[in-house]
């Protein structure tokens, strides 16, 4: 499900079983695994990579080359900078600034 309000790039790929709500915006070359709800107003840049199962709340930030891994929960205002890898099954609090890879 994408909502009609969100941007998604022609050269982005969403899972099936992903909710994608109002006011996301996904950049090019960005691949979304299955069954993940990118929530309300959720940026996320290009070339990123998204695992399956995961959560990135409302209004998080994902810059570019960023992979995060299955089951990851990414809480509200979180911004992740670029070129970063969260590992599986990671829990990042709202509000974060992670600036390097998480294990």
Aim: a positive charge; hydrophobic letters at 35%; glycine letters at 10%.
């Amino acid at each position: 499900i994408i909502s009609p309000n969100s941007y998604v790039s022609k050269s982005a790929s969403v899972g099936e079983g992903t909710i994608v709500m109002h006011g996301v915006i996904i950049n090019g070359n960005t691949k979304i695994g299955e069954n993940n709800i990118i929530n309300s107003k959720a940026l996320l840049e290009h070339d990123v990579v998204v695992g399956d199962n995961c959560h990135i709340s409302t209004n998080s930030t994902i810059n570019g080359h960023t992979k995060i891994g299955d089951d990851t929960f990414i809480g509200s205002n979180a911004t992740l900078v670029n070129n970063i890898k969260i590992a599986k099954s990671n829990f990042v609090k709202a509000g974060s600034l992670i600036k390097k890879s998480l294990k």
